[in-house]
Structure formats: C-alpha cells, structure tokens
C-alpha cells in the first residue's frame, strides 16, 4: 500500500519537475528576446536631442519596469515583443536610429507630427511585419530608402510634409503589394512617377501633391482599381490626363491642379465615374468645352477647372447636381458675350447646398441676372469679376445673409450700388470696382462692422463719403478712387484703426482740409490722396502714421511748409507732394530717412538750400522741378550756390553800382559784334569746315556712289529739308549705312551739315545716332559734295510706325511695352544731352521722323541739324528777345509756342517737344490733325480725359496684346493698366504746358516713365 502511493507521488514530482523546466527555460529565452527590443529602444532615446515633454523619460535601463510599460510603447501578449511605437506629436527631435530595424516585430510607427531629421534609416527595411509607417510632418531628409521594399506587408506609407529628395523607388511599385495608402505630399521629390506603380492593386490613396515629380502620367494607373483618392497637383506633370483613369469607378476624390496638363476632358468622362465627389484640375492648360457628362456626376461636390483654358457657352445641367457646394470656373474663355450665357443661374438655384460659386475672368455676356438672388441660402462666395455682365446688381443679394465675399469687378454694370448689401452682417469683402455704378454710396455698408476689405474704385459715384463706413471697423483696405466724390472727407473714416493695407481716396473732387484724425491709423502702409482739391496744412499727426511706405498727396492745394513732425515717418518708401501751394524750405531731416526710395517735391514754392545726402544724392530718386528759389544740392543740377548773409548785402549794392554801366558797355559790345561779324561770317564757315574734317574720319565721294549704287532712287529710304537719305554698303564687312546726303544749294544747309557734326563729335549715348564717317568733297561734276554717314536703322522711323508710311515696313503695331520702350529711349536721350553734356546740347527738332528705330526696336535720336549748345548759365533759363517768328526753326506741331515770341532755343523747348510726341505716341494723333482747330490742340485733347476717360484716347492697337492675353480681363490688371497710360499722358499733358516753367526737366521724366514701365512689367509677370 505504502510502497504504491509513494511511486505515485515521486511520479508526480518528476512531472512538476519537468513541467517546471519548461517553463523556466521560455522564460529565459523570452527575456533574451525582450532585451533586445529595450537595446534597441535606448539606442532610439540616444538620438533624441530634445524631449520637451518628456515623453520618453520612462526609458530607462537603471528601472525594473517591464519595457512594455514605457510611453509609447506596445507589447504583443504572447512574446512580450514591442509591436507598436507611437511617439506622434509629442514635439520630440533628433535621429532616428538604425536601431529602429532590430525591432523585429514592429507592425506600427508613428513618428508625425515631430522634429525628427536626417535620413530614414536602411534598417527599417528589415521590418518584415510592419504594416504601417507613418513620418509625417517632421524634417526628415535624403531618399526613400529603397529597402523599405522588403517591408511586404506595409499597408501604410505616410511621409508627407518632410523634405525627402529624389525619385519614388521603383520598387516599391513591385513588392509592395498590400499598400493601401501612399502620402509623399510636400516634400522635394523629383523624376516621374513610376510605371510599376500600377502593380499596387490595393492601393486606395495616392497623395504626392507639392512635389516637383514630372513627365507623364503612366498609363498604368488606370489598373488601380480600388482607387479612391487620388493628388498630384502643385507638381510639374504634363502631357495628356489618361483616358484610363476614368475608367476607375472607385474614384471618390480627383486633384490634377497646377500642373501642366493640356488637351481636353472627355465628353463622357463621369460615365464610369458614378461615386465622383471632388474634380480638381485648375491651373494647367486644358482646353475645349466642357463635358456635358458632368451633368450626370449626381455625387459631385466640388469642381474646380480655374485658370485653364476651357471655351464655349455653358452646357452642364446643373439640376442633378444636389450635392454640388463649389463651383469655380474662373479665368477661362467660358461665354460667349451673349444675352443667354447666364441662363445656367436659374438653374443653379437648385443646388441647396452651393456655397461658393466663381466665374470670374471668362468671357460671359449679357445682363446680370436677378435670379443670382435666388440661390441657395448657403452662399458665402460669389466671384464674378472681369467678365462683360451690363445691367444693374439685384437688390435681393442682400437676402442671401451668409455671404461673406462679393466680386463683381471689370463689368459693364451700371446703376446704384444697392442699399440692401447692408444687410449683409457677415460680409467681409466687397468689390464693385471698374464699372459704370453711378448715385451715392448708401450709408447702409456702414452695418457692415465685419468688412475688411471694400472697392468701389473708377465708377461714377458721386455726393459724399458717409461716415457711416467708420462703423466699419474691420476694414484693413477701403479704395474710392476714380469717382466723382466731393465735400470733405469725414473724420470718421479715419478713426477705423484697422486700416492697414489700403486707403485711396485718389482723383476725386474731395476738398478741405485733410482732418487731423488721420493719425489714427498707426498700421496704415499706403496712403493715396492726391488729384483731389485738399488745402490747408498737412496734418501734423500724419507722422503717427509710423507704418506708413507710400504717401502720394500730389496734385492738390496744400500749403504751408512740410511739418517737422514727419521725421517719425522712418518706414516711408515713396512720398510725393507735388504739384500743391507748399512753400518754405525742404527739411534736412530727409535726407536721414534710411528707406526713402523716391521724393517728389516739384512744382511747390519751395525755397533755399537743396540737402545733399540720402534720397538727395542720387538725382532719379527726386524731383524737384518747377521751384524756381532753390540754391545748393548736387553739382550737376546746376543750381545757383547758395550765399551767406553776409553777401547778400554786398550783392546789393554792387547791382546798384554796377548794373548802368554793365548795360552800356552791352550796348556798345553788341554794335561792334553787329559789324564785325558780318566780315567774319564767310571765314568762321570755312574753319569751321575744316575742323569738322579733321575730327572724323572721312570717305571719298566715289565709294558712296558705289556704295548707294550711284544713289539710286531704289536705296533712298528718306527726304528732309536739308538733304535725302539713302541705304547703302560700305567695307569688306557689308556693314549697313544710311548715307544722308546734304542739299547745299537748300538754304541753311551747310550750317546744317556743320551743327550736326559739330553737335555729335563728341557724345555717345545708346539712344543716340551714331556717325560713322562723313564726305566732305567734289562729285564727279566737279561739284560741292558733302554728306554724312550713320549706322543703318533697319525699322526705320517712329513715325512710319505711328502712321504707316512706308510700304516697305510690315505694317505691324506697336505693343505698350514696344512703346514704353521707345518713349524711355528718347526721354534718356534728351535727358543725357540736357544733363550731361558739357555744354548742354538742345536737339531743336523733335518729332517722330527724327526717332529711327534699330533691328530690336530700340529708338535713336537723330538729324541734329538745328541743335544748340547752351552757354555757361541756369539750364532751364528762357532768353527773351524781341519779339520776331521770322527765324522760327523747327516742325509746325512740335515746336515750343514760347519759340513763335523771340525766346531762343532751350531744354524747355526740347521738352515742350518731348511731350507731343509722347502724346501722339500712344494717341496715334498727330499735333496738326484736322480735329484740332479753334483751340483745341492735342495737348488740351489730353488735358481733358485725364484721368477717369484716358482710354478713350489711347491707340486700341496698343492694347491689343493685352487683350490677348487676358489681362485686362480683371478688374485688378485693368486698372493697373489703366494707371500705368493715366501717368504716361499726364507726363505728356506737363511736359507741353504753354508756360516752359510749368513743364517737367528731362531727368524728371525718364523716372516717371521708368515707373509706369515697372508698375506694367511686374503686373505682366504676376499674371504668369
């Protein structure tokens, strides 16, 4: 009995023993394993160099924690092996460490939302079981690592908003055959997109927006059958869309935008589409109509097709589209100016849940409907600028009370400006501006306190400004320009503190003093006042304006002197106050305003010493034309110097002495000049010949008629009074010259021949003709010969371009740009002949045939035969003499009216000159038109549309490039380019003022007009 219990019990010992072991020994092995995850784990934390939060501070070798208690980290139940390591968004920086590929069974990372930079470790490719990995949002660097292919089983790759460089691996698109979800968006990733990726059947999502990937979209694609979400935009693809890709019936989501995408959308494009929610594919260079099968995407959402090309009357049925809550189709061709390009509206009505609908910048006609106020209650947008909607605005919008943005800019609208807007409690942009809208601006936009931003700028508007908008306490920027606005401007304007971006008042009728109240506006960066009737003082408290970069206050009646208070201005880029009533002297303190880029301080009363240092030491960055008291400043505006005290006095009384016997010591010069220069006539021509000679280079008689081909009427390419123009060769070179061959028995034009050497002997500008050699011999009669040769200009004259002249040019017009071109050519060159020139030089005869254009149409100044050298006095002295036109010199139309009394030639004539030409530059009128008659000239032509009907004078031609482009479509680059020929004709209108000390210096306007060419070119380059 004993001896059986007792083997049964040893028999159970033996099975405790061993069961035991067993146990032990897993264990043991178990907690081999678990080591090697918390090696790995430290080596992880070693590479984080900062942990704000101390996330990770639980990782720790020295405590006996278990490892799979440590933030962030998850263990699998059975081998106590880390599975999951979430440290997302916990701010955390460093490497990641190689380590990272010894967690050998690891299905989930997520890292996003943190600091982590350098490269993504190899070793993660070793990571057999991951399933996702998700980088997101950090700095990581360098290339997908290729190995990260091993990981088959990854359903997840997220490693958007990093700065990864280079290509998608190819191999990912062959094992990676579980991949769900791909996000590479916003990184730096470069080359195509692979083809093998169609290889990945259960992708779903494909995010590479904001890379710079290229090339064409492979075909492949199309196999993805489960694809839901697909963004490419904001890369550099091109080509086709692929037709496949429309075959996806998965497809929920579509994002194509800014790419380079051309060709058209399929007519049937939805047709296998039936879950579609959002089309995206703006700004690419699509075109055609759009698909008619869009009516029947029932699911759709959101369609997007901006900034593309797409033309054609609308065709899409909306009244399926009961999901649809974005519509933006602007910046396209859509319309066709038609009566019915609208009719669409009525229909859209139907859509309950549309919130935003833009069709701005398209080429839609007719009247505005009024049904744009039966849509949804919904709306918070409507865009409809720069297209060709006459009628009036329906007065209902103003039921649709979540709007918070209206655009109807460059329109042909016309009306009042409804009172109902005002109910709109929620609107926050406002913008009617460049239409027809006439009446007053109702007080009701004063209950719009969450308007930020409100144009109303180059309408007809008129009466006061209420001063209800200074309810309008939100607004950043509030223009009114261009109207017909009077009475005073109201301080309650000027108590919205909030204006920061934007106040233009300019070219108005507003008038009295500019309120003190303008102080308020601390932020404000631009303030535009000017072509209005303010007077008095310029407020003091301006200069708590300390934000401000633009100030532009020209063309008003302010008096007074420059207060000194304004020094606070330390951020002023630009400030002009000309063409006011300001007296006293310029203050010294601007020359210390550091950022002052340009000052405009002409045509006032300024007097005395002109600073020299900052803004005043460099001469196109001021102006001080048409202050006729000042003394000082730079050497090379010639002003008087300004004396002491001390010599005033003795000045005095020197004059008082000395001026009777100056005058008869004049009298008796000029009788003996009179007499003995008569004898001395004959002699001084001859010297003056053979100085002519010797200072260039000469060429015979003989090879000018072989050169011209005995001057063949078939090489004459111009006549003048004194002489032909013929094309001719000369050299071993070919090179091309115009021979201008002088007439001597014309009278004058010998003088002519001599004037014009003499005049350019010794100056060199671009913008100049240039004489290569002159002849100065006998023909083959026996005959005086003399002409003069100059480099050939392959386009000819300005004025074959202006009046198409010349059959043997292609007629073609001139661009604005051409013209601005050629307008700042011939402005520099005057300028550098006034300003530069020792002694001053004055061409005498400024027109259009005298501006000759080279092979890349830049403009050279030619025929110098009237030019004059200035003597040694003030430069833009006048000199009277009796009155007599006898010797008038110059071209009926273009010469200054001060020449007809007697004065004799000056700069201000050549800029009398200047100004008409300019005007009939982009007139395209001549002065001496037949419309011009009982004292209407071109100048008051000019004077009169300024500045709210300058287009109507403008050549169309020169827009017609514009045009082309579309550019002027919007309201915005209309205006830029309608203040661009606004400052352009009122230079010509200020340099052809009757009196020359109402007129502009050359050096004065070369920067006006370089100003109106940049505002253009970068208004061109922002369009691109």
């Known amino acids: ?85 979430d440290l997302g968004n916990q701010n955390i920086g460093g490497f990641l460490s190689s380590y990272v590929g010894n967690l050998s069974f690891l299905r989930f990372i997520n890292f996003s939302r943190n600091n982590f930079y350098g490269k993504i470790p190899d070793e993660v490719g070793r990571l057999s079981r991951l399933q996702y990995l998700i980088l997101a949002k950090n700095s990581f660097s360098g290339k997908i690592p290729t190995p990260l292919s091993r990981c088959s089983n990854l359903i997840m790759f997220d490693a958007q908003n990093n700065k990864l460089v280079g290509d998608i691996p190819v191999e990912i698109g062959c094992y990676l055959f579980k991949l769900e979800n791909l996000s590479l968006a916003e990184n730096h990733l470069t080359g195509q997109l692979p083809v093998s990726i169609g290889n990945l059947s259960a992708l779903q999502v494909i995010d590479i927006r904001g890379n710079r990937l290229g090339g064409k979209i492979p075909d492949t694609l199309g196999q993805l059958r489960k694809l839901i979400y697909l963004n490419i935009g904001r890369n550099q693809f091109s080509g086709f869309i692929p037709p496949s890709i429309y075959n996806i019936s998965s497809f929920e989501f579509i994002f194509l935008q800014s790419n380079r995408f051309h060709g058209s959308l ?26 008619i099968s869009l009516s029947n995407a029932s699911n759709l959402e959101l369609l997007e097709l901006r900034d593309n090309q797409f033309i054609g009357k609308m065709s899409i049925n909306f009244n399926s589209l009961k999901n649809l809550s974005v519509l933006i189709l602007g910046n396209n061709h859509l319309g066709n100016r038609a009566a019915n390009d609208l009719d669409f509206v009525t229909v859209l009505a139907n859509c309950s849940k549309l919130e935003n609908l833009g069709l701005y910048d398209n080429q839609f006609g007719g009247l505005l409907p009024h049904s744009l106020a039966n849509l949804s209650n919904t709306m918070t947008t409507i865009d409809i600028g720069g297209n060709y909607f006459s009628g009036t605005i329906p007065p209902g919008l103003g039921n649709l009370v979540h709007l918070n943005s209206i655009a109807m800019e460059g329109n042909q609208l016309i009306g009042t400006v409804p009172p109902e807007i005002g109910w709109l409690k929620n609107l926050q942009s406002l913008y009617l501006n460049s239409n027809f809208l006439h009446g007053y ?13 409100l144009a109303l700028e180059i309408n007809n508007l008129q009466g006061k400004i209420p001063s209800s908008l200074g309810n309008c ?58 072509g209005n009737r303010f007077s008095g003082d310029i407020p003091g408290t301006l200069s708590a304006c300390t934000s401000l970069e633009y100030v532009k206050m020209q063309d008003n009646s302010f008096s007074g002197s420059i207060p000194p208070s304004l020094n606070f201005l330390k951020s002023i880029k630009v400030l002009d106050l000309s063409s006011n009533k300001l007296s006293g002297q310029i203050p010294k303190y601007l020359e210390n305003l550091s950022f002052l880029e340009y000052l405009n301080l002409s045509y006032n009363h300024f007097e005395g010493e002109v600073p020299k240092k900052g803004v005043f030491s460099n001469k196109t960055r001021f102006s001080l034309s048409g202050n006729g008291k000042l003394c000082g400043g730079l050497d090379e505006f010639h002003l008087p110097s300004c004396p002491s005290k001390r010599s005033r006095k003795l000045i005095a009384t020197i004059l008082k002495v000395v001026i009777p016997t100056i005058v008869s010591c004049l009298i008796l010069s000029a009788c003996f000049i009179v007499i003995y220069g008569r004898r001395r006539s004959t002699d001084r021509s001859f010297e003056r010949t053979t100085m002519v000679e010797q200072q260039f280079p000469m060429i015979s008689y003989a090879k000018l008629s072989k050169a011209t081909s005995e001057f063949s009427s078939s090489n004459m390419v111009g006549q003048g009074s004194f002489g032909t123009v013929f094309k001719g060769i000369i050299g071993e070179n070919g090179m091309l010259v115009a021979v201008k061959v002088l007439n001597l028995m014309q009278k004058g034009a010998l003088k002519s021949f ?49 009046h198409q002249n010349n059959d043997k040019l292609e007629v073609c017009n001139l661009s604005l740009i051409q013209t601005l071109n050629i307008a700042i050519d011939v402005a520099s060159a005057i300028e550098y002949l006034h300003h530069h020139c020792k002694p001053p030089v004055v061409h005498g005869d400024l027109k259009p045939s005298n501006v000759l254009l080279d092979h890349d149409m830049v403009a050279h100044v030619g025929d110098f035969g009237l030019a004059k050298f200035l003597p040694a006095r003030p430069l833009d002295t006048v000199v009277e003499t009796p009155s007599s036109s006898s ?42 038109d037949s419309m011009f008659h009982e004292g209407l000239t071109l100048h008051e032509f000019s004077k ?45 209108v200020v340099c052809s003022m009757e009196s020359p000390t109402d007129r502009m210096q050359m050096r004065d306007v070369v920067v006006k007009l370089c100003a109106a060419r940049e505002a253009f070119v970068s208004m061109q380059d922002g369009l691109r």
């Open 441 to 453: 601006i109702p007080s009701s936009l004063g209950n719009l306190t969450m308007l930020t931003l």
């Open 887 to 928: 010797g008038i010199k110059g071209t009926v139309g273009y010469i200054a009216p001060e020449y007809g009394t007697g004065s004799e030639a000056s700069m201000t004539g050549d800029v009398y000159s200047f100004g008409i030409l300019l005007l009939e530059m982009f007139s395209r009128r001549r002065p001496t």
């Open 473 to 530: 306490t939100s607004l950043i920027m509030l223009t009114l320009s261009k109207n017909k606005l009077d009475g005073v401007l109201p301080p309650q304007i000027l108590s919205v503190t909030t204006l920061s971006l934007f106040l233009n008042l300019s070219d108005n009728l507003l008038s009295g003093s500019l309120p003190s109240e303008i102080g308020n506006l601390k932020n404000l960066v631009q303030l535009d006042i000017s």
């Open 944 to 988: 009169m549309v300024l500045p709210e009907k300058v287009m109507e004078i403008v050549d169309p031609s020169l827009l017609l490039e514009v045009r082309a482009n579309n550019s002027m479509s919007r309201g915005g680059e209309r205006v830029k380019i309608e203040e661009c020929l606004v400052a352009v004709i009122r230079i010509g």
């Open 754 to 802: 001599l004037t014009e050497c003499e005049a350019l002997r010794s100056i060199r500008h671009r913008n100049l003709i240039k004489i290569i050699t002159i002849c100065s011999s006998i023909d083959f009669n026996g005959v005086d010969f003399k002409a003069i040769v100059y480099d050939f200009m392959q386009n000819g004259s300005l004025e074959e371009w202006l």
């Open 1 to 85: 009995m004993l001896t059986s219990i007792s083997i049964s019990s040893f028999a159970m010992l033996i099975w405790y023993c061993f069961i035991s072991l067993l146990l032990n020994s897993h264990s043991f092995s178990a907690a081999k394993s678990n080591e090697i995850d918390r090696i790995a784990l430290l080596a992880i934390k070693l590479q984080l160099h900062d942990d704000p939060l101390g996330f990770t501070s639980s990782w720790n070798s020295t405590t006996s924690e278990n490892l799979c208690q440590w933030r962030g980290v998850t263990c699998g139940h059975r081998r106590q092996r880390v599975t999951k390591l």
């Open 266 to 291: 399929p007519f049937d494009m939805v047709a296998n589409l039936p879950n579609l929610r959002k089309f995206v594919a703006a700004k690419n260079n699509l075109t055609g109509f759009l698909p």
